[in-house]
């Protein structure tokens, strides 16, 4: 029978929903041991697309899992509500653009309250595709990191860090937003791959020397050649890096002396013309040597007034020789290891171009212009100065903005961090404690992250989050506020701000916290709270506590659920939520916040390329579940090696093979069930089974709840789901196969294959109800009797029957189905149907487990149609065909064949098993119609011979077949009469 999987995956929701099974699961299991489970919360600014589904697959499997082996399992959704996704979505929406707009035009508090109001416009069609795709969450009741509960408790444990003293303010050179005019992390580029590749002007530039002591009265003027790709940048270097072992030469080209490493003169000077090495040095003769700076813009600033080392060469230990002069500019204030030089020789920072990219007014030649779009117009000024040795269109990848796509810049401002090294060495030593997988990330992509992290840049200039909860004075005293409570207390207009102090009714958004005044202790001023607000991350590895609003209540709780014992993302959240968690939990509780961690890799389409909405380059998720069901796709990505943090190529014909192989067989497997069981059987404890089909299939369920069990155990959905893939098809292909003809004939025999099939398919269900749980309960229900429970999904994981398990049988039969196989290969091969009986088979293995094994041999007989087996080690082959078909044999093939176009027909007019068919009209069987036993096989009790097609009734459904010979005869039986 076809079924319409989908629709019978959505009557199975209703009756999941309408009978609240998943309710009913944790009713079942609240007084047993807890399982945690952390869900990460996701925005809901955008429809879920296949990376979603993935996560929430993942997130739905194991807890599942947990569930049926007793433990208890809270699931509770969460969103993420803040930050520059609802952000960007609201300027569009309100025509607006920029922080300037927001700040004149709307005002924060108008903008905050139209985030508010947007932030979970998805929200419905969320829920429509968790609920589609079988997952059990409380995703009613869920926990916002907008609500003041949430947030209060995110202002606790920035208290909690600053009273240990791990929270600064300082000035660090971070990427930036020219349009969100805020810091964005590496780690939110990295996550979301946010590079192109794009061309820049690249720049070698002239920098006169001027020192007297290295000119030595020379009248050529003799310049250092630096390389870089940000033209714009050049207002404000404050030195040039060399690399004091380095080889550098001087060259002679046109009048000039040009200063560069020796190793790239050729590339350099490529199509330029004739040039003359003069001199060759190391680094260190050429250190310290003073140069004319291309432009004064800053001469007058204090900052550069102040120093007297600058406009020099420092000696530097980063200079790269693959690209470039082996000369480089130092800027502090757009570049990280500027900074650190900048740092380390004194360098004054000159940070000339402001948040939105554009050059300030001591700029005068480029004041109020787009920096990043100036590089043509700087190259252009210095060629026309003498100062432009050679400008080319450089192809690199570069970093733009995970939200917004603009180019990002390189920018030193003042923020707020959270000392990260200090504790370093922690964070590494608690990640030995952590189960990964794959568990390469353990020590590889995950440790790394930890050795090399910096400080936590914490603070944003943005609006829609929760503010940092840090009140400054003029006179420099600072304070950091880590409850409503204390915000009451030291306020001094708490009552102007808020109605109330419950803390479910306090609006802790920056456009109300910006208005809260506090007293200086130090010089009794009023003190303000500091524009930024919090990093999104910070809301996001607050999670453990924050929804359980700790530590001002479910305190007991919380400390029962840390650490989680299960958490699951895709393998970016490695740089971002597995790594905040993991650092925020070490630092407020000294614990790990996770024990086992999967991490799935990231879904492409067929072609390697990133899902696109905007190109609809990948197949609708929803026509995928429409088509196949939700449990095809599940199964799909749970047995893809996305799962093992690889990248997986989105192929729907691999997906329609599993609906076939997994699914659709498993489905036929229960009609066949339905079809030939007599009546409804009880799950007892087996009794000692005769058949050797039985003891096999039954070894081989125990087996495989054994080896499932361990691999779900330690993660593993991929073995998982091969090992499910393999028992479906040894249950289908060669179980059901073999013993098709058993559940036809009354007797002890027939009784033994039932119950033995009913025990398969009740504990089967079991086992693959957290991976297929649709599948599951569509078998479960098909089965079940009055005696069993309501749900697959209340039933507890199978144990396995130990003594069940026959190895040494299992052996025999693998080497069964090794004969057959062999064996219908050469039947293949010598174009041999399968219905032809041949005399005998040969197989060349005399010492074969099955040689003496007359019930195996019969299974070999009986799938080869080969009447006698015989043991040759002198044949050339593994098996060896009696082809020689005598006029018996013949003749048995033509009447098999017969019963196969008969049994076909019977399929096409809709016939189950079980009924017999009152007439066939036919010329090709006509000999067979007094042969009870033919008529027994194909359900026919009468055979009528008609001479040609035209006799037959109009009421008949025709087949036409073919003899040996290639003649063309017909058979026909009546139409099902729908309507008795």
């Not at 300082?170 to 192109?196: I, Q």
């Not at 550098?248 to 000039?256: F, G, P, R, V, W």
């Not at 052996?811 to 064996?823: G, Q």
């Not at 149609?865 to 098996?879: L, M, P």
Request: charged share 30%; net charge positive; hydrophobic share 35%.
């Amino acid at each position: 029978m076809a079924y319409n999987y989908p629709e019978e995956e959505q009557k199975i929701l209703k009756f999941w929903q309408d009978n609240k099974i998943f309710e009913k699961t944790l009713e079942k299991t609240k007084g047993s041991k807890s399982f945690v489970f952390y869900d990460g919360p996701p925005f809901a600014t955008g429809l879920p697309h296949y990376g979603h589904i993935l996560s929430s697959v993942a997130k739905d499997v194991f807890p599942r899992y947990k569930t049926m082996q007793d433990f208890f399992v809270l699931r509770k959704w969460g969103w993420d509500c803040h930050g520059l996704p609802i952000e960007n979505i609201v300027e569009k929406e309100l025509g607006i653009s920029g922080k300037k707009d927001i700040e004149t035009k709307i005002g924060v508090e108008k903008f905050n309250e139209t985030c508010r109001s947007k932030v979970l416009t998805y929200t419905r069609e969320w829920k429509k595709m968790v609920d589609r795709i079988g997952r059990f969450v409380d995703f009613d009741n869920s926990y916002k990191t907008m609500d003041s509960t949430y947030m209060e408790s995110v202002w606790w444990a920035l208290k909690t860090l600053w009273d240990k003293g791990l929270i600064y303010e300082g000035k660090k050179v971070l990427m930036c937003c020219p349009h969100c005019e805020t810091p964005v992390s590496k780690a939110e580029v990295a996550m979301d791959n946010s590079y192109e590749t794009e061309k820049d002007l690249s720049v070698v530039v002239k920098f006169k020397i001027i020192d007297e002591k290295f000119l030595k009265k020379q009248n050529n003027s003799i310049y250092f050649l630096a390389w870089t790709t940000t033209p714009w940048s050049l207002m404000s270097t404050m030195g040039l890096a060399i690399d004091a072992k380095i080889d550098y030469a001087k060259i002679l080209y046109k009048d000039e002396y040009y200063i560069l490493a020796k190793s790239r003169i050729s590339q350099i000077m490529a199509g330029l013309g004739e040039y003359k090495i003069t001199d060759e040095f190391k680094g260190k003769n050429i250190e310290g040597i003073k140069y004319e700076h291309i432009y004064d813009f800053h001469r007058h600033n204090k900052e550069v007034e102040q120093r007297k080392h600058l406009f020099q060469t420092f000696a530097v230990d980063y200079i790269e020789l693959a690209e470039g002069t082996g000369i480089v500019t130092i800027n502090p204030a757009y570049g990280e290891i500027d900074f650190e030089s900048g740092k380390k020789f004194d360098l004054p920072v000159i940070v000339d171009v402001n948040s939105a990219g554009y050059f300030e007014k001591d700029v005068t030649k480029f004041a109020g212009k787009k920096a990043q779009l100036l590089n043509e117009t700087i190259a252009d000024d210095l060629r026309k100065k003498n100062l432009l040795l050679r400008g080319d269109m450089y192809e690199h990848s570069y970093p733009h903005c995970w939200r917004c796509n603009s180019k990002l810049f390189y920018r030193a401002l003042s923020a707020w961090f959270i000392n990260i090294q200090k504790d370093k060495n922690k964070f590494i030593k608690f990640n030995e404690k952590i189960n990964w997988y794959p568990e390469h990330l353990k020590r590889g992509r995950f440790l790394n992250i930890l050795k090399d992290a910096p400080d936590w840049n914490i603070s944003r200039n943005r609006y829609w989050a929760t503010p940092l909860p840090f009140w400054k004075c003029e006179c420099g005293h600072s304070e950091c506020i880590g409850s409503v409570k204390e915000l009451k207390e030291k306020s001094i207009n708490f009552s102007e701000v808020y109605k109330s102090e419950n803390v479910e009714e306090v609006n802790l958004h920056k456009d109300r916290a910006d208005k809260i005044r506090l007293r200086c202790k130090k010089c009794d001023k009023d003190m303000q709270r500091i524009p930024e607000v919090i990093d999104s991350w910070v809301e996001s590895a607050a999670m453990p506590f924050a929804e359980l609003h700790f530590p001002f209540e479910n305190n007991a709780e919380f400390k029962k659920r840390l650490p989680a014992q299960y958490i699951a993302e895709y393998i970016a959240q490695t740089r971002t939520w597995f790594y905040y968690l993991h650092v925020l939990s070490v630092l407020l509780f000294g614990k790990n916040s996770f024990e086992n961690v999967v991490s799935t890799g990231t879904i492409l389409n067929e072609k390697g390329e990133k899902l696109s909405k905007s190109k609809m380059n990948y197949p609708d998720p929803w026509n995928i579940i429409n088509q196949y069901g939700a449990d095809v796709l599940r199964f799909y990505l749970m047995s893809s090696s996305v799962m093992q943090s690889e990248d997986l190529f989105f192929n729907e014909r691999d997906v329609k093979d599993t609906y076939n192989k997994v699914v659709n067989t498993l489905c036929n497997v229960v009609e066949f069930y339905g079809t030939y069981v007599s009546k409804k059987l009880s799950e007892d404890t087996p009794k000692k089974f005769k058949n050797i089909l039985d003891k096999w299939i039954l070894s081989k369920l125990n087996n495989f709840i054994g080896e499932i069990t361990v691999e779900m155990n330690g993660y593993n959905t991929v073995k998982s789901c091969r090992l499910v893939k393999d028992f479906i098809e040894e249950l289908s292909l060669w179980y059901v196969r073999r013993a098709r003809g058993r559940f036809k004939e009354e007797g002890e025999d027939k009784q033994d294959a039932e119950s033995v099939l009913r025990i398969v398919l009740f504990n089967f269900s079991k086992a693959i109800a957290s991976i297929l749980p649709f599948t599951a309960e569509f078998v479960f229900r098909k089965i079940k009797t009055e005696n069993d429970g309501e749900s697959v999904h209340l039933e507890n994981w199978p144990e396995q029957n130990k003594k069940l398990i026959d190895k040494d049988l299992e052996e025999k039969m693998d080497e069964v189905r090794k004969v057959v196989s062999f064996a219908l290969g050469e039947r293949v091969l010598k174009g041999l149907k399968v219905r032809q009986p041949l005399a005998s088979l040969k197989i060349k293995n005399d010492k074969s487990k099955i040689k003496n094994e007359k019930e195996l041999l019969k299974l070999v007989k009986d799938e080869t149609n080969i009447k006698e087996i015989i043991f040759d080690k002198n044949i050339e082959n593994e098996v060896e065909l009696d082809t020689n078909i005598t006029k018996e044999l013949k003749k048995e093939g033509e009447r098999r064949e017969k019963i196969r176009s008969i049994k076909d027909l019977r399929k096409i007019g809709g016939y189950n098993p079980q009924m017999i068919i009152s007439n066939l009209s036919s010329t090709a069987v006509i000999s067979f119609a007094k042969d009870p036993q033919f008529l027994k096989e194909v359900g026919i009790s009468n055979i009528t011979k008609v001479s040609k097609k035209e006799e037959i009734p109009q009421n008949y459904i025709v087949k036409e077949i073919k003899d040996e010979e290639g003649k063309i005869d017909f058979i026909a039986i009546p139409k099902i009469d729908k309507n008795n």
